[in-house]
């Protein structure tokens, strides 16, 4: 695992945006990966918000980050901004004195000291690791956030036959193995933390959501979204 993700996606990097690009996708998300991220900030920032954590006073970590494309759209959110990925080739696209990274000498590996950000995202990552090695990348993650830190995990939800049908053709996931949010809770608790909160999210199309998004909102409880999100925290010392 440690020798293969990294060669994958510094293949991938060249052509990554490329690769993501197929027919349902783009008709659900007329502009592409920026409703995508847009969303995950969202539903990440109101929950933050209604635990009554204001962002602009949180450092963040974005473990598995790639090229960076929820960071940069977060440089406005958040009080410090750090990436991390086991490709170099995809890091070198993150070019922003907002925004410090640091290579994942191995995937299952966090490059940081224990007790540093207040918050820490995987977005779409978990499903790349190999599920003998989820639970020590999930402990890592533990290490490095704050006591009282929220840890948020999003995953494409399985249960969605849209998503299963757009991950089985996007090259970049001919390795994935999706997690069910039971699973993904259960890895959580493993490593310490306590789950808080599960939101599944990305039900509308870009179009109907800009009218509609109150209806998205009543279904945050309804596990069929694209995608979910999973919130944790680190106890207490």
Known sequence: ?????????DKFSDTYDDLLKDSIRDRFAASGG?????????VLSEFLKGTGLDPSRLSLLDVGCGKGDFLKISVSSFHQLTGCDPSEKMLREIDSASISVRLQQSPTEVPYNSNEFDVLTAI?????VLPDARQKLCMEMHRVLRPNGVMCLIEHNPFNPVTQIIVRRTPVDADAKLLTPNLSRRLARRAGFTVMHTQHFLYLPEMLYA????????LAMVPLGGQYAVFCRKADG
């Open 124 to 128: 779409c990552v978990f499903h790349h």
């Open 211 to 218: 009218r509609m998004g109150w209806l998205e909102k009543s």
């Open 34 to 42: 920026a409703f995508f991220h847009g969303r995950k900030l969202d």
């Open 1 to 9: 695992m440690a020798s293969r993700v990294p060669a994958e996606f």
